[in-house]
């Protein structure tokens, strides 16, 4: 199965909706056969054995129940919830049968590619924020929320992006609110430049549109 069924391109393709997890406690093979200037462990190409077996030690009681014989194929929720099971080994075909009609049961998975294309996106906000490039920050995160906006697999995404878009409006909305304390303390132009700052920074949330607003009632510049 390690040789035939996991390298199988099909699989491959199948599986990208799924996280993948390879969990055996066994060591008695070769645990560091060289694949190149790699070395690996000899029944699972890409991993060590020390590896394995954490996984193993780490997930077994979270996830699965029962006696494991090896090798068994269990496919689960992310709270550990049972959708199927397969002892021995199955064929190409049965895994990606199993790999589909998990699907109709959690509904449709988020692939490796949109996944890895969300974290740069949250990555590099995340950096824009910190260099206080607002404005870039906004559409890297409009991207996220854009892109991912019919896609119910992607809703952590959606999700976190959103919340960064909020925090950064709120933020916006404070500097709104402190630029009207300054205008009633008849520091207007103060309070202007803060407000056109809001605005320009931010556009693409409300609060570049309230601070529009904001700019529009105060006393004409002299």
């Not at 090896?70 to 929720?77: A, K, Q, V, W, Y």
């Not at 990606?96 to 998990?102: T, V």
């Not at 509904?107 to 949250?122: C, H, T, W």
């Not at 303390?185 to 529009?212: F, I, P, T």
């Amino acid at each position: 199965m390690d040789s035939s069924v996991y390298p199988n391109k099909d699989v491959i393709a199948a599986s990208k909706t799924t996280v993948n997890i390879f969990c055996n406690n066994e060591t008695e093979h070769a645990k560091d056969k060289k694949y190149g200037n790699e070395e690996w462990c000899e029944h699972n190409y890409g991993q060590k054995c020390d590896e394995h077996v954490a996984n193993h030690n780490a997930l077994s009681s979270k996830f699965f129940s029962g006696s494991i014989p090896n090798p068994t194929t269990i496919l689960c929720t992310p709270d550990g919830t049972e959708i199927a099971r397969k002892k021995g080994a199955p064929s190409n075909k049965e895994l990606i049968d199993m790999i589909k009609a998990a699907a109709t049961k959690v509904g449709p998975g988020l692939g490796r590619d949109e996944y890895l294309f969300a974290k740069d996106k949250m990555k590099a906000a995340e950096e824009q924020i910190a260099a206080g490039k607002t404005p870039d920050a906004i559409k890297t995160l409009q991207t996220v929320t854009k892109t991912f906006a019919k896609n119910p697999a992607a809703k952590p995404a959606l999700d976190a992006a959103q919340k960064k878009l909020d925090d950064l409006n709120q933020a916006g909305m404070d500097r709104i609110a402190a630029a009207k304390e300054a205008a009633a303390a008849g520091n207007v132009e103060e309070a202007r430049k803060e407000l056109k700052d809001v605005y320009n920074s931010c556009k693409g949330l409300e609060c570049s549109k309230a601070a529009e607003k904001e700019m529009a009632a105060l006393p004409k510049a002299k």
